[in-house]
């Protein structure tokens, strides 16, 4: 499984030179502040700092990038645990128990479990992705628009699983963010729903839309109250509570790992990625819970689930990136540039001549993992301070940092629009309780859906039949199917235990 | 919990979310049936947009028979501000209106007018509309942090953007 020859390599690659480790530290802290302020997200980041690259050898060049990819995976969670902002789609299950606790005084252990949980995962990625790089590309080529149609579809399935009081109310959310995604440009060249708007016809900008739903619906329901947390006395910043945290994240071993393990097959998907892993490892540790009842309100498991697999993902999207060359999502992409940028092509014939290479990338990574949690503790420590700073200029700024980030992320005034449009929206939906990260999941997979679907039928000319000469395909279906009569099954039982 | 659901699904405010549900769904399989009527066109939006309209009809069906009143709305506006702990002076409600209308303010300005300008006005009124008082603190805050977000905002984009300072 690892070739020992290269592996030496990668290790004279790393210590030969310290012009290396020279960008990773700048890495980190630019990834967690982008990562933490919502709208600018870690595409953009690595796209703002991809022309510096062309200065530096390969090697720093990638590791600069992948230090702003593991810094922003845990610095999107920051806001999504103190404001109940997710910094990008990766962190929106992270706020459902992360800024409960807050709320209750309870951030700093909250962000040191959301650091620690982070911090292991996204090692454990590259552990996976060292051992089996060549297994992972390989499976993933087996995955054809059917089998991807249905990891979409199970995720639709996971609006099932989020905490609506009503089930009807998930879905008219869930499905109507799938109509929302289908705006634009479709697959079979027609455009629908842009009423004339040019800016439409590349669809709804999928982040500001993300943020005007959950900024807004949280920013308005906070106007009047002076503090994000109420109680002055909890309002303190611990160093023993992100401490605290910490341990208290190896208490969940299982956790962990499920999280870290779901993160690492969906972050291999391209397409699907971080943002739909924090999503179904969240609501596979909730199914499994004891006390499922307690996620929503502050359950330490559900921050821990959903920032392992965020972070995790990474592993598995660099594991395609290597190995086939294909860019799982925004972030790989601009790592594709930078690998043109040096005249690098990633695939299989690059891992075969260039192994220590790849190696020397993950064992990098390692590095930047310990760095993170280094450099991670100091500056949720003074990210924490947010929660002394009154509402009544926090809000104004939030909004002001979300509609530039917007702009920034749209590159014209569709960023800007669209955040506006979906703060009106989410704010009446959270009023009338329609679960906003229902929308949101709909928004996220809507799109892949309906592009798979319609490959896998013109490769099936439309016969049912074809499923069942795809047994990935199957077991995908069945695991579907599984998922969602348990979740039903249990939703039902709680409604009638509370009855 | 029924009991506690009730002022939500019976008030004006909830049947006018889902008009606005029903009406863009019309609208979007109008315009989708419109452009073509092929299979790969229509495979998600038909389906999708016959269950929303049936669940949002079902919603109404229930607002209805519960009557809605403009009661359930303001049960939910008190609630809030309980809730919060809402400061003295301007209502909750008052106050997302106002810092509603001034968002959409701000994004007109960010189009038709200029981006600095139009960040330190919004966050200026914005200040004063949550009620503070410190009307030489609020303005100096709102400038200094106009001028490094839009400023940090030019040195980011690869094209200009339009200012007054930079």
């Not at chain 1, 990834?31 to 062309?54: D, E, N, R, Y």
């Not at chain 1, 260039?354 to 420590?381: C, K, M, P």
């Not at chain 2, 405010?13 to 419109?34: C, N, S």
Request: aromatic share 10%; charged share 10%.
């Amino acid at each position: 499984m690892i070739d020992t020859i290269a592996l030496g390599a990668a290790v004279d690659l790393l210590l030969g030179s310290w012009q290396p480790w020279l960008v990773v530290i700048p890495g980190i802290l630019i990834g967690l502040i982008f990562g933490a302020i919502p709208g600018l997200s870690i595409p953009v980041a690595m796209a703002v700092f991809l022309p510096l690259t062309v200065y530096l050898d390969f090697m720093p060049a990638i590791l600069f990038l992948t230090a702003i990819f593991t810094g922003g995976g845990f610095g999107a969670g920051i806001p999504s645990i103190l404001m109940n902002i997710p910094g990008s789609a990766s962190s929106v299950a992270t706020a459902f128990d992360g800024y409960p606790m807050a709320q209750r005084g309870e951030h700093s252990l909250a962000l040191g479990l959301a650091l620690t949980a982070s911090s292991v995962a996204n090692a454990f990625g590259y552990v996976l992705l060292m051992l089996f790089v060549n297994s992972m590309a390989d499976a993933v080529l087996k995955l054809g628009p059917m089998e991807m149609f249905l990891v979409a579809a199970w995720g639709l399935t996971l609006i099932a699983a989020l905490g609506s009081q009503e089930f009807s109310k998930g879905l008219i959310a869930g499905l109507a963010g799938v109509l929302i995604s289908a705006i634009g440009m479709s697959t079979s060249g027609d455009i629908r729903g842009t009423m004339g708007v040019v800016y439409l016809l590349d669809g709804v900008p999928v982040v500001p839309a993300l943020i005007g739903l959950f900024a807004a619906s949280e920013l308005f329901r906070l106007i009047g109250q002076d503090y994000l947390v109420k109680n002055a006395s909890q309002r303190r910043i611990s160093v023993k509570d992100i401490l605290a945290g910490v341990k208290l994240t190896f208490k969940y071993p299982g956790i962990v790992f499920r999280g870290s393990f779901i993160g690492v097959l969906i972050g291999m998907i391209p397409g699907v990625g971080a943002s739909v892993a924090n999503l179904v490892s969240y609501s596979s540790v909730k199914r499994h819970s004891k006390h499922p009842e307690a996620f929503g309100k502050g359950e330490p498991a559900g921050v821990i689930a959903a920032e392992s697999a965020n972070s995790s993902s990474e592993g598995g999207s660099m594991a395609i990136l290597l190995a086939l060359g294909l860019p799982g999502g925004a972030a790989t992409a601009v790592m594709l540039g930078a690998f043109a940028m040096h005249n690098v092509t990633g695939g299989s014939r690059f891992m075969s001549e260039n192994l220590d290479i790849v190696y020397a990338i993950i064992l990098g990574n390692f590095v930047q993992v310990v760095l993170l949690f280094v450099i991670g503790l100091g500056f949720v420590f003074i990210a924490s301070s947010i929660v002394r700073a009154p509402l009544n200029y926090l809000i104004p700024t939030v909004f002001v940092m979300a509609i530039i980030g917007a702009f920034t992320l749209t590159g014209n005034m569709a960023g800007p629009i669209t955040v506006f449009v979906f703060s009106l929206l989410g704010w009446l939906m959270r009023r009338y309780e329609y679960p906003v990260a229902a929308m949101v999941i709909g928004l996220l997979l809507g799109k892949m859906a309906e592009g798979e679907l319609i490959r896998s039928h013109q490769i099936s000319g439309g016969d049912p039949a074809f499923l069942l000469s795809r047994p990935i395909a199957l077991v995908i279906l069945l695991l579907l199917v599984l998922s969602t009569v348990m979740s039903l099954l249990k939703r039902r039982k709680r409604t009638h235990a509370h009855a | 919990m029924k009991h506690d659901s009730q002022p939500h699904d019976s008030s004006w405010g909830h049947v006018a979310l889902m008009a606005i549900f029903i009406v863009a769904t019309l609208a979007f399989l109008y315009d989708t049936l419109r452009q073509s009527r092929q299979l790969e066109n229509i495979i998600v939006v038909l389906p999708v947009s016959v269950i929303v309209l049936l669940l949002c009809a079902y919603q109404l069906f229930k607002a209805f028979r519960n009557r809605p009143v403009r009661a359930g709305d303001r049960a939910i506006d008190t609630r809030q501000e309980a809730d919060t702990g809402a400061r003295k002076g301007l209502s909750a409600s008052a106050r997302i209106g106002l810092l509603m209308t001034l968002l959409g303010l701000y994004v007109l300005g960010l189009i038709y007018f200029l981006f600095d300008v139009s960040t330190f006005l919004f966050m200026w009124l914005a200040l004063l509309v949550q009620g503070e008082r410190r009307y030489v603190f609020s303005f100096v805050y709102s400038l200094l942090l106009s001028l490094f977000v839009i400023w940090s905002l030019t040195r980011m984009m690869p094209f200009p953007v339009e200012t007054l300072l930079f």
